[in-house]
């Protein structure tokens, strides 16, 4: 990447304006949210959508948090995301390894039923996925949640990984299986430290997906107890009208995780999309 403290001041300026036009973009929509939060409703409806309230109002935080039981809602949240988080990791490297070095007849074709699952849609696998859980008696349960969004992240895993352990030399696999070394030895203490990166790019893909997923979760459990933050933050919308105050307030606190996320571990997050992107 060039560096832009090298060239001609104007070409500075552009790069600069350029940035801080994107940042202003993304930060925005953030800040407008936060604001529109501490609005009523009626405030909302019969203010312009730019100006600041009249009246700060932070009884919507207290009020939505308490109507949609945000708190049981954002503890499963929390659950779901990190078991899925290091199943998949954990899984998708193991499977990476093992497609891209041990060598085998059937390595091809299981590959392929891995990577196929990238081009299925969640819409198409709803109704057969309702049925199969239902059928083993999941429903409803914590594991029939979680089994499915642990499978639904594998196949980017599996793919990403593998495309990434390819670039480790083979010999390193090789003077371990002479020294004696079993796979998941070479695995655990030669490989698994090397994917570091590829292994942040599979996270960061796996929380956004699972931390914001709705559509699943609704039909996969019908308790309160089992269900997630999404859910409880669309209790504010309806089909006629919407409690646009406790709706914002409910988004941001949905919002603040992603955004501590971010703020701990936006170097990582860097460096693993870069690597994972050059070496996939």
């Known amino acids: 990447m060039a560096d832009v403290r090298k060239g001609p001041v104007w070409a500075k300026i552009i790069i600069y304006l350029v940035m801080g036009v994107f940042t202003v973009l993304a930060i925005y929509p953030l800040m407008w949210l936060v604001i529109q939060s501490f609005k009523t409703t009626q405030e909302y409806m019969t203010s312009s959508k730019l100006a600041l309230p009249k009246l700060w109002f932070p009884g919507n935080y ?3 948090w308490k109507m949609a039981k945000l708190g049981t809602l954002l503890l499963n949240s929390i659950f779901y995301t990190v078991i899925t988080v290091l199943s998949v990791i954990v899984l998708g490297s193991m499977a990476g390894f093992a ?5 085998s007849k059937a390595t091809p074709a299981l590959h392929g039923m891995f990577i196929i699952g990238i081009l299925l849609t969640l819409q198409s696998i709803m109704v057969p996925l309702f049925l199969m859980v ?6 409803n349960t914590r594991v029939g949640v979680l089994i499915p969004y642990i499978g639904l992240g594998l196949p ?5 990984a593998t495309e990434f352990i390819k670039s480790i030399p083979d010999a390193l696999v090789e003077s371990a299986r002479i020294d004696g070394a079993k796979y998941l030895q070479i695995f655990a203490g030669i490989v698994l430290p090397m994917i570091a990166p590829v ?3 599979i996270g960061i893909l796996t929380f956004t997906g699972t931390w914001n997923e ?3 979760i609704n039909i996969l459990a019908s308790s309160d107890s089992i269900k997630s933050l999404p859910v409880g933050i669309n209790r504010f919308a309806g089909a006629l009208a919407s409690d646009y105050g406790k709706q914002f307030s409910a988004l941001v606190m949905g919002m603040i995780p992603m955004v501590l996320f971010y703020l701990v571990f936006r170097k990582q997050i860097t460096k693993g999309v870069a690597a994972g992107a050059v070496k996939g």
């Open 62 to 64: 207290p009020y939505a």
């Open 214 to 216: 709705f559509m699943l």
């Open 199 to 201: 292994a942040m790019t």
């Open 99 to 103: 497609f891209a070095k041990i060598k």
């Open 134 to 139: 239902n059928a083993v008696g999941l429903y």
């Open 156 to 160: 980017m895993a599996v793919y990403l």
